[in-house]
């Protein structure tokens, strides 16, 4: 069975601060890994890796896969109130009627204070 | 482009009743996906399903749950005989081609009562 282990499970911060969060994944066919941000509504699509080593960036969000080491993560550079939220990792597998089916890790909770 | 839209955003329904939840993927997209969020858990795959095909429902209960994606209309999520372990967010999300890229909809918060 696919798993994925996110961490921390929370985190504090103030705004301005870098924070980084953690990702890792077993899963026996590997697709792509996914990154999503809840906050009190639908999850919004963050990023999506499939190849080791490249970083996606957008503006002050950045991911980065490590396939060899089955891990990936999600950093937030100077943090700002809107970034709280939860962030979510997924992944998905190659394999038969998996395709597409997202197995998300439990989440990290980022709460940033002005 | 509309995104995936679900409803209603909030049902309640009493131990016992129905609860049908809809959900149209964005316009293009022919991949659905059920989610269902528990109160202080993550996000658990229920249900893949392809126009007219149930693909995957490794994840749902075997019992009282069942969801179709007809030729025609939205994605229905089919409870019957609710009990309050049914109390969740449910979640709709669809991609194109199955590329993993999956969209979510606003979600249906059920309460059964």
């Known amino acids: 069975e696919d798993k994925v282990v996110q961490s921390p499970l929370s985190l504090v911060v103030h705004e301005g601060d870098t924070v980084t969060l953690n990702c890792s994944y077993e899963?026996?066919?590997?697709?792509?890994l996914l990154w999503y941000k809840q906050e009190k509504k639908a999850p919004t699509f963050l990023f999506m890796l499939t190849s080791s080593g490249i970083e996606k960036k957008s503006g002050r969000l950045s991911s980065i896969l490590d396939k060899k080491e089955l891990f990936s993560i999600l950093n937030i550079t100077a943090t700002q109130t809107g970034d709280s939220a939860i962030y979510l990792c997924?992944?998905?597998?190659?394999?038969?009627?998996?395709?597409?089916?997202?197995?998300f890790g439990q989440g990290t909770i980022l709460t940033v204070h002005p | 482009n509309a995104g995936v839209m679900q409803n209603p955003r909030h049902l309640v329904r009493r131990r016992g009743q129905e609860a049908r939840l809809r959900c149209s993927p964005m316009k293009g997209h022919s991949h659905v996906y059920w989610y269902r969020q528990l109160p202080e858990e993550g996000l658990k795959f229920m249900v893949y399903?392809?126009?007219?095909?149930?693909?995957?429902e490794s994840g749902m209960p075997k019992e009282r749950f069942s969801a179709e994606f007809p030729k025609e209309g939205p994605s229905i999520l089919r409870i019957q005989q609710v009990v309050r372990g049914d109390s969740a967010a449910y979640f709709c999300a669809s991609s194109s081609m199955g590329t993993g890229e999956a969209f979510f909809g606003q979600g249906t918060r059920l309460t059964v009562v």
């Open positions: 899963v026996t066919n590997f697709r792509s």
């Open positions: 399903l392809q126009k007219e095909n149930i693909i995957d």
């Open positions: 997924a992944v998905t597998n190659a394999g038969g009627t998996s395709y597409g089916k997202l197995t």
